[in-house]
């Protein structure tokens, strides 16, 4: 597994390292992990996980598998998750980021719509895509 450091922020008074792990495997899909670890702890903070090089994937897309954050919603922590991925999209040269909703008890589909439609993904039914531009 690669370890790398993306980079440090600071969210609610408390220092944050942007960090990617990235898992890959010669038979199956990368598996990323994007994460703000705060003091080196892991447990509920904020992560994004997607992967790329699956067989339902085409080649230039990148699959959305989850995204969590324990910090209170409305700080803007997803969306700046979202906008890791982004960069990291455009960098590598991906064209699309494909996933899907699921409601939780703590959140609505109705805000999850919200919150996708905000960060420039297109809805349809529960799939959720976006264009990468250059």
């Not at 997607?50 to 954050?69: A, C, M, R, V």
């Not at 324990?70 to 979202?82: R, T």
């Not at 109705?110 to 349809?124: A, P, R, S, T």
């Amino acid at each position: 597994m690669k370890k790398l450091v993306l980079d440090n922020l600071e969210i609610d008074g408390k220092p944050y390292t942007v960090r990617l792990d990235v898992t890959e495997d010669d038979f199956g899909p990368t598996v990323y992990d994007l994460m703000f670890v705060n003091t080196g702890q892991l447990l509920n903070e904020p992560f994004l996980f997607f992967k790329t090089g699956d067989y339902s994937l085409e080649p230039d897309e990148i699959k959305l598998t989850d995204i969590f954050s324990s910090i209170s919603e409305d700080k803007g922590i997803g969306s700046l998750l979202l906008n890791y991925l982004f960069d990291f999209a455009k960098n590598e040269g991906y064209s699309k980021i494909i996933g899907s909703m699921h409601s939780t008890s703590e959140t609505s589909l109705e805000k999850l719509e919200h919150f996708y439609k905000k960060n420039g993904f297109v809805i349809d039914g529960n799939t959720i895509t976006k264009n990468i531009k250059e």
